[in-house]
């Protein structure tokens, strides 16, 4: 996993709650053995209409939306479903972090796995968010993890929260499995404990 | 004198291997569960490492998600979903896994088999790459859904990477009135707290009207735990629990099973325990729940109207039930029971063992599905599959015009074929109305067996409780 590196991009606004992992990638992408067309698959159900067509009003059909690496998504996102996919597609359509005042446990969990970060900012700034994004969608916001903030066009800072492991996860580029094998002895320990008594 | 503890304190505890110090506790899985959507990007990560499975013998596979209902032999028309079977089976064998193929008699939906043979135990801790693993906390286990790249971290160490959750009292008190079931109580639920009310948290369900549950409805309890936001939802063991799971395959036996019996004893919540939150309902207050909208909150009690958006008084969640209601082209204020339907599902992993198949037959005896109306049962499993023809439930829904499946995941997640049309409306006993989910464009409404059978029959949403004597 690259380490995460500080960004500045627009934005691509969903101003949608509850928005699930079946619509972030619907079920029948998820029949590959690699991580093959997620990206033709991240939210093909908003992209397209039933019969095939592209939906000229959906944000990231929008061409003021493209190479945005930011999602300003409503509250509770990524609801629903554990497939990893998700955060995979999010990822392959060149999205780099998630703005949200919440995210569902799981879908965040994947997220940090995979070096998309999920920030997480109170009601009023999300609201400001998409009052900027709507009035200007060109509008640039800087992600600095280092040191937590984000950095909005008229040079204001806003403080976001992140556990520590996550951060260090990220900006590191680290390797959970890694830091889990390394463990080894402490889990024998309690296969032992647990086992060798029977 | 040590702190009262939760369920889920015991449980915790026990499974720390290193506890978290500035970082997440290593916790130890007993029991990793495995299906083919979710698992061939870890095995091919465990290979790239050079790594084995730690455990093959806490680790089993079966195949669900993809698998046709209509026939039990491959080929499959589907190239891509064959490709993904056969990448499992492969996997299975070279990495020593026990996999319930299309050979196997057990074969059938993961999160009805681990229970069905006897893998799910009280004070395990048990995960799969799928979020309705919550299912097994029914029996007073730690049961969770992960991620790929967790499956390759349990494949690999037998271990996850944890934070620990709060915990959430759910109480049912009282007793639900006839045509009100387990699949009514959690949507009830779910209404009352959001979808992401129990975000951050793992529910504990109490009360008379839980322990009154059999195993099979307190697995539909648990089931949907997650589409209230919660990873994990569990039920304290009692002997209702220890019944069930005697004598099966993987159960303890003799001296063993007088051991864990012991050890499942003294896991219940102590009296003086506290949760970090808690909620209360009145079971006896419930009538049969259906959802109108496009998530599991959106529902309603049957004889209510179709909630009106422009009572709702926060902009955001006003725009939702307006999205919602145009997706599925309903009408506000109006009610939703003689909406006609064009497809009854009877199954999924929250719905589909043998008692809701009894519950569905009963009603469905001597009746007929109504003209212009599309009804598939899919049972959980091949065992529950035998056991149902055994009982001749599968005449009873043959002679009805329903259709009769081999077991599988089928239209609840439409990966196999079987799915709406765009535009079709489906009642379902599965558990979750996303839009597209059972198919582009399709529209469902959630309901239980007995919902749904009674719609069946009417061809239109009806309240179960008119056919019941």
């Known amino acids: ?198 | 004198m040590t702190k009262p503890k939760t369920l889920f304190d015991r449980l915790w505890d026990a499974h720390v291997v290193v506890s978290g110090d500035g970082s997440p506790t290593v916790l130890y899985v007993d029991l990793h569960l495995v299906h083919e959507v979710t698992s061939p990007q870890a095995f091919s990560g465990l290979r790239a490492r050079g790594l084995r499975v730690r455990r093959p013998d806490r680790t089993f596979a079966t195949m669900d998600h993809s698998t046709p209902t209509t026939s039990l032999t491959l080929p499959m028309t589907d190239d891509l979903a064959r490709k993904q079977l056969v990448q499992l089976q492969t996997n299975c064998q070279e990495f020593g896994i026990r996999l319930f193929d299309f050979e196997s008699p057990n074969r059938g939906i993961v999160h009805i088999i681990g229970p069905e043979l006897g893998l799910t135990q009280p004070g395990k801790t048990i995960v799969c790459g799928d979020s309705h693993t919550s299912t097994h906390g029914a029996f007073g286990a730690l049961a969770f859904g992960i991620g790929t790249t967790e499956v390759e971290h349990v494949l690999a160490t037998q271990c996850l990477l944890q934070e620990r959750p709060k915990t959430f009292e759910v109480n049912f008190s009282g007793t639900p009135g006839p045509g009100v079931t387990a699949k009514d109580m959690i949507l009830a639920l779910i209404a009352k707290i959001g979808v992401s009310g129990g975000t951050g948290h793992i529910f504990e369900y109490t009360g008379q009207a839980v322990k009154a549950l059999p195993m099979e409805a307190r697995m539909t309890l648990c089931n949907m735990s997650i589409e209230g936001g919660a990873r994990a939802g569990m039920v304290a063991p009692d002997d209702i629990t220890f019944e069930y799971v005697a004598g099966r395959e993987y159960a303890p036996k003799e001296q063993a099973w007088d051991k864990a019996l012991n050890y499942w004893r003294s896991l219940p919540t102590d009296d003086e325990a506290i949760y970090h939150r808690s909620v209360s309902i009145e079971a006896g207050n419930l009538e049969p729940m259906i959802t109108y909208g496009t998530n599991p909150g959106m529902g309603i009690p049957i004889s209510q109207e179709i909630p009106d958006p422009a009572k709702e008084s926060d902009p955001r969640r006003r725009d939702a039930i307006q999205k919602a209601l145009k997706y599925m082209d309903l009408q506000p204020g109006r009610p939703l029971t003689g909406h006609k339907i064009d497809v009854v599902f009877i199954g999924s992993c929250t719905n589909s063992r043998i008692s809701d198949l009894r519950q569905a037959a009963e009603m469905m005896r001597g009746q007929r599905v109504a003209e212009g109306v599309r009804m598939l049962v899919v049972p959980g499993s091949e065992e529950i599959r035998r056991q149902a023809e055994s009982e001749g439930l599968d005449r009873i829904f043959l002679q009805a015009g329903a259709e009769w499946r081999y077991a599988g995941c089928s239209m609840c997640i439409a990966m196999n074929g079987d799915q709406l049309e765009p535009g079709q409306y489906a009642i379902s006993t599965s558990n979750r109305n996303f839009e597209g989910r059972q198919g582009k464009g399709g529209r469902t409404f959630l309901a239980s067996p007995l919902t749904a059978v009674a719609s069946a029959i009417h061809g239109q949403i009806t309240d179960p409780r008119l056919l019941l004597s």
């Not at chain 1, 690496?69 to 479903?81: K, P, R």
């Not at chain 1, 940090?112 to 400001?128: A, E, F, I, R, S």
């Not at chain 1, 520590?164 to 402490?186: A, I, R, S, V, Y």
């Open chain 1, 1 to 198: 996993m690259k380490p995460f590196a500080n960004l500045s991009s627009h934005m691509v606004p969903l101003p949608f709650n509850d928005v699930d992992t079946d619509q972030i990638i619907p079920a029948r992408y998820l029949k590959v053995t690699n991580k093959e067309g997620l990206a033709e698959g991240c939210f093909a159900g908003w992209r397209y209409a039933s019969n095939g067509d592209l939906q000229p009003e959906f944000a990231l059909n929008r061409p003021a939306c493209f190479g945005a690496q930011v999602l300003l998504a409503g509250d509770n996102f990524g609801t629903g479903s554990s497939r990893e996919h998700a955060a995979w597609a999010l990822l392959s359509w060149g999205f780099k972090a998630v703005l949200s005042t919440s995210f569902a446990d799981i879908f965040q969990n994947n997220a940090y796995k995979n070096g998309l970060l999920p920030v997480t900012v109170d009601q009023q700034t999300h609201q400001q968010l998409f009052s900027l994004v709507e009035e200007e969608p060109e509008t640039r916001i800087t992600i600095d993890l280092e040191n937590q903030h984000l950095i909005l066009p008229d040079g204001r800072q806003i403080d976001f929260n992140i556990d520590p492991f996550n951060k260090t996860c990220l900006l590191e580029g680290m390797d959970q499995l890694g830091f889990l094998l390394k463990h080894e002895p402490d889990i024998s320990a309690y296969e032992q404990r647990m086992e060798g008594a029977a």
